[in-house]
């Protein structure tokens, strides 16, 4: 059974969409999802499921709308596709927590960078469903302006390594 690892847009981000990961997994097991582990407080969740990619992403996001009262949108990738966005970030020299990478519900236009205002030198890079973003001032303050970002969910070069790290593990034991 496939390992899966669904990306949560706008959880316990700046005091909106709370939602403990311990009811996250609740809500994941009650779906038929098993193995189900969370990361930080951000809304990251593993899991196994015989379904596909696509039909997982849906019932997440929709039980979560049930209980939120609108559904924040779940990226799902598999381990293997966060080793390779991991492998393959560019700006090497980049510190990694400076790096995110925005995933995207579905591959970005080829112009997805056309409208990016970076007054703090910030770079980008798109690269299929995701978005490479380097800051080199850190993300925090930056006033980064890139729309083609609106849909998606960014989480650190770091973060991206431990869940594929841990789907490597949960993989390994079958």
């Not at 582990?37 to 039980?63: C, H, I, M, P, W």
């Not at 949108?73 to 927590?97: C, H, Q, T, W």
Request: charged residues 25%; glycine residues 8%; aromatic residues 6%.
């Amino acid at each position: 059974m496939p390992v899966y690892i669904a990306l949560l847009r706008a959880i316990n981000v700046g005091g909106t969409g709370s939602l403990p990961m311990a009811e996250l997994k609740v809500i994941c097991e009650g779906l038929g999802f098993t193995d189900v582990k969370t990361y930080f407080q951000s809304g990251n969740v593993l899991f196994r499921s015989d379904e596909t990619e696509k039909a997982v992403a849906e019932k997440l996001d929709a039980a979560l709308g049930q209980k939120m009262g609108k559904r924040p949108g779940v990226m799902v990738r598999s381990r293997k596709e966060l080793e390779a966005i991991a492998a393959n970030a560019p700006f090497v020299d980049a510190k990694p927590n400076f790096l995110l990478v925005t995933f995207l519900p579905e591959k970005a236009s080829g112009d997805a960078l056309d409208k990016m205002v970076a007054p703090d030198g910030e770079e980008a890079k798109l690269a299929g469903r995701e978005i490479y973003v380097y800051y080199p001032n850190g993300s925090g303050r930056s006033k980064l302006k890139l729309p083609a970002l609106k849909s998606g969910t960014s989480r650190n070069l770091n973060t991206v390594r431990k869940l594929a790290e841990m789907a490597a593990d949960m993989e390994n034991k079958i």
